[in-house]
């Protein structure tokens, strides 16, 4: 039987310092039926070269140049010029374990899944690594239960896992007929991977889950998501319309991603005091989010929240913005001195 062959879509700009690491990483799978399709997004330094050198040394390596559009659009682009059965999504400054493919493939014929997710490590500059990831067995989910997948992509109160499910696809490997969207651009709805994988995993079939830990995630503290910028607020409150429309043809359900919109404010006052946000423009910024429209609409069970959660619902519900601030400073604070 011939194996399948697998598209990996690298979406590439800026990162020249890691991109070899990445491609080496694909070009060196023992799965050998690949083929890597590199976008270049408008990069501006080196990465284009790199590009072309990886393109000579591997006739497996696809290279597109396109003008910059972000991650997703790259992605989008990667996606219209596949021709394998089951497609990958690599991060041009991460890289994989090099039989990451074939055990994925595996699984997928094993199971006869659409998707297969697995664990990841996350390494640092200091060159420690930590594993990460959902499950720690063999899951096989079907029917409904997939859509118990979707659910818990965007609600962190779930039987399946004990927070929000990992929503890279980084982690995934899709039968390329269960692919049944576009990927929104990540400058629109701030996460370009939640809605994408949220759509394949509310109409396929089979969704498996391996303990493997088979992707190295880069923690890159120059990351657009390590900086603190109050516009992805709104980028995530377009995230949640769009994803409670989703869910609401398909299920029904017009309020399901609400308790995303609660997660990612956590999110926007964990980054005021982790990163780069000036202490003296916390106070307006707090204010600004306790009054967001979006609040008066969304409708969250409080019964399942912890006890810090509620208390930053209760702030943002009574539109305290004093109060919301204490609470985060006193948090931040205590951290400084106790950061486990």
Request: aromatic content about 12%; glycine content about 6%.
């Amino acid at each position: 039987m011939k194996e399948p062959k697998v598209s990996v879509i690298v979406p590439v700009y800026n990162v020249a310092p890691y991109l070899s690491e990445c491609l080496e990483s694909l070009v060196n799978q023992t799965y050998r039926n690949l083929e890597i399709i590199v976008v270049n997004d408008g990069s501006t330094d080196d990465s284009p070269v790199i590009c072309e050198q990886w393109r000579e040394r591997d006739s497996r390596i696809k290279l597109i140049h396109k003008q910059n559009a972000g991650l997703g659009e790259a992605r989008n682009t990667g996606l219209e010029h596949v021709t394998g059965e089951y497609v990958g999504f690599v991060d041009s400054d991460d890289y994989v374990d090099r039989t990451m493919y074939e055990k994925m493939v595996a699984a997928a014929l094993k199971y006869d899944a659409d998707v297969v997710q697995c664990n990841y490590n996350q390494f640092f500059c200091d060159g420690s690594v930590k594993k990460k990831g959902d499950f720690d067995k063999v899951r096989v989910f079907t029917g409904d239960e997939c859509r118990s997948l979707a659910n818990a992509l965007v609600n962190g109160h779930n039987g399946l896992t004990t927070g929000l499910l990992h929503a890279a696809v980084w982690v995934c490997l899709f039968r390329r007929d269960a692919i049944n969207c576009r990927y929104i651009s990540e400058r629109i709805v701030g996460s370009e991977d939640i809605p994408f994988k949220a759509s394949v995993f509310l109409k396929c079939r089979k969704v498996v889950f391996i303990p493997d830990h088979l992707c190295f995630y880069r923690y890159n503290d120059t990351s657009l998501t390590r900086v603190f910028r109050y516009d992805l607020f709104t980028r995530y409150i377009n995230l949640t319309d769009r994803l409670n429309t989703m869910f609401g043809v398909t299920t029904g359900n017009h309020h399901q991603a609400d308790f995303l919109m609660l997660y990612m404010a956590i999110v926007i006052v964990r980054y005021m005091y982790l990163f780069n946000c000036p202490s003296n423009l916390r106070p307006g910024y707090f204010k600004q989010l306790v009054n967001e429209d979006v609040w008066g609409r969304l409708k969250i069970d409080t019964a399942p929240l912890g006890k810090g959660e509620k208390l930053i619902y209760y702030c943002i519900r009574t539109r305290n913005h004093r109060l919301l601030q204490l609470v985060a400073s006193l948090y931040y604070s205590v951290r400084k001195f106790f950061p486990s």
